[in-house]
């Protein structure tokens, strides 16, 4: 263990060593490995973004689930409310078409009873000028007494 | 093992003895047949298994780490790229976490050194004849070698030579950067201006100068001693197998406790050699004062 050119022989070869690896074995791998890391990382964020798309499309959906069901229940709202108002439509409809049923009903009534009073007035009439002639026949002027009764038959 | 013609102590002594080719005392170029010899040979000389070692280890982890940098994908990993990633994430992390700088070179550094540093240490594992025996067989059936003079220390990481060429490289890198970053000027006055102030230069210097003298040395001899002890360790167990059937035994108790324990070491040692390095990097490009 004698200390010769040995110490020289072995300097030279870790030079050589060094300048090897630091030229043509480091570089390229470490390349690769930042080459590497950069992709994770962008993968990485990559999902991270997709995630919080996500959660906004999510809140989105929400929104829109939450505006629909508004609608409905306000068309529901509405429908009710129009229904109703058929209904009382429908209701007033009635009552009016009764009344004017009704109405109608009482003028005809009306009419008949005032068309029976007239053919009443008149047969009255015709019966008392005939019971009087009956009575009468013999001494009475007819047309005298046809004038008479006839005043008398308006008056009724 | 030690047979009966070692001694338990030439047998520690071959196992702690490096392969060295260097210039004999004669003129002569050549393997060092014993450690005399080695030593004789002074400094130009090289430690044939540590460096090839170093080399067929640091070879294998580049090789491994480029055929996967070559067909590596952003999209899901699989198989090797996965070990890679795994490991190069996980020095990434210790370099952010303690270099404050930018610097494309830190990184690629701490990778080499922790990794390389660990392949170095984990041949600690192997078993401890397995490799010199190999390299015995190579030596004298294919070299026509004396046995006893192939030598083969299978862990680089035991050869101080070794660690102290990766602690030199890094004090190279951080003389370098702090006068790159703070200038000639600065890097001077951070060595001879603190703590004390400039009237106490001297005192100053000696004590920055230790503290920068250190980093290179103590990175190397905490590697090189963890190493070398745990190594010594497994030498010693071995003699326990040729000692009778209860040491034996014990031995290999011994041996399977101190192995799982030096898994952590090893690691352990490769990562404080690179977490100090990215230290020593970060504190050579940030103003102190």
């Not at chain 1, 009016?96 to 009704?102: A, K, M, N, S, T």
């Not at chain 2, 010594?232 to 000692?243: H, Q, T, V, W």
């Not at chain 2, 990562?271 to 390095?277: A, G, Q, R, S, Y």
Request: charge should be negative; hydrophobic fraction near 50%; charged fraction near 20%.
């Amino acid at each position: 263990m004698n200390l010769n050119a040995t110490i020289i022989g072995q300097m030279i070869a870790f030079a050589l060593f060094v300048a090897f690896c630091m030229k043509y074995v480091w570089p390229p791998i470490m390349a690769a490995l930042e080459e590497r890391t950069k992709k994770i990382a962008d993968g990485l964020a990559a999902a991270e973004r997709g995630k919080h798309e996500q959660e906004l499309a999510e809140k989105r959906a929400q929104q829109v689930i939450h505006e629909a069901k508004d609608q409905a229940n306000e068309i529901i709202s509405q429908a009710n409310r129009r229904g109703n108002e058929i209904v009382d439509e429908s209701k007033d409809n009635a009552r009016v078409e009764g009344e004017r049923i009704l109405n109608s009903a009482k003028a005809e009534i009306e009419q008949e009873a005032n068309r029976a009073k007239d053919e009443l007035r008149s047969q009255v009439g015709s019966v008392a000028m005939a019971g009087a002639a009956k009575v009468l026949s013999r001494e009475i002027d007819d047309k005298a007494h046809t004038d008479l009764l006839e005043e008398l038959v308006s008056q009724i | 093992m030690a047979t009966e013609t070692l001694t338990s102590s030439d047998y520690i002594r071959h196992h702690l003895q490096n392969l060295t080719f260097g210039q004999h005392q004669d003129g002569s170029w050549g393997l060092a047949h014993d450690a005399a010899e080695a030593a004789d040979m002074g400094f130009w000389a090289i430690n044939v298994d540590s460096m090839g070692m170093t080399l067929l280890l640091g070879g294998l982890l580049m090789w491994f780490f480029r055929s996967v940098a070559k067909k590596v994908e952003a999209g899901v990993p699989s198989g090797a790229q996965n070990f890679a990633e795994w490991v190069i994430d996980f020095i990434n992390d210790s370099v952010r976490g303690s270099f404050s700088g930018r610097n494309a070179l830190v990184a690629p550094l701490a990778f080499t050194i922790f990794l390389w540093i660990f392949l170095m240490n984990l041949m600690d594992l192997l078993p401890i004849d397995l490799v010199p025996e190999i390299a015995k067989f190579i030596g004298t059936h294919v070299f026509g070698m004396d046995p006893h003079a192939v030598f083969f220390k299978v862990v680089p990481s035991t050869d101080p030579n070794i660690t102290f060429g990766m602690a030199f490289g890094v004090f190279a890198l951080i003389l370098f950067y702090s006068i790159k970053m703070k200038g000639m000027g600065g890097f001077i006055g951070e060595l001879t201006l603190q703590p004390f102030g400039k009237w106490a230069m001297p005192a100053n210097f000696l004590l920055e100068g230790v503290n920068l003298i250190s980093k290179p040395i103590s990175l190397a001899l905490r590697l090189f001693g963890n190493m070398y002890a745990g190594e010594m360790i497994f030498i010693l167990i071995a003699i326990m197998f040729s000692a009778g059937a209860v040491m034996a035994s014990l031995g290999a108790v011994l041996q399977v406790g101190w192995a799982i324990f030096h898994i952590l070491i090893i690691t352990l040692q490769a990562f404080i050699f690179m977490t100090l390095t990215i230290v020593y990097l970060d504190m050579a490009h940030q103003e102190h004062h």
